[in-house]
Nanobody, 120 residues
Framework: QVQLVESGGGLVHAGGSLRLSCAAS????????MAWYRQAPGRERELVAS???????NYADSGKGRFTISRDNVKNTILLQMDSLKPEDTAVYYC??????????????WGQGTLVTVSS
């Protein structure tokens, strides 16, 4: 099956930048859309950005103009470039992959998460 491993989280000051990476392994040919989600303590997990295999992107309003998602299908990775970070961006960021092994349905695979902390 597919496994996802995130990296790149850390502590930054407000206004700083951070780049997250997610490496997919296993049966990566089953992956369709990949995405970044985040979850702050006491809050629901929310979409940050998504990208299809063909490179079409979608961004949540929270990150529009500040975040950029990209994908390398050769390396089986996605990146999330985060600029102009705000304290409210503090969360655990999770990589997600939609696996579609057949036409009947799909399932989600999640990484372990990487913590992003933005200090004021």
């Amino acid at each position: 099956q597919v496994q996802l491993v995130e990296s790149g989280g850390g502590l930054v000051h407000a206004g700083g930048s951070l780049r997250l990476s997610c490496a997919a392994s296993g049966r990566t040919y089953h992956i369709t859309t990949m995405a970044w989600y985040r979850q702050a303590p006491g809050r629901e997990r929310e979409l940050v950005a998504s990208i299809t295999r063909d490179g079409f992107t979608n961004y949540a309003d929270s990150g529009k103009g500040r975040f950029t998602i990209s994908r390398d299908n050769v390396k089986n990775t996605i990146l999330l470039q985060m600029d102009s970070l705000k304290p409210e961006d503090t969360a655990v960021y999770y990589c997600n992959a939609v696996i579609r092994p057949n036409i009947e349905g799909s399932l989600d695979v999640w990484g372990q998460g990487t913590l992003v902390t933005v200090s004021s």
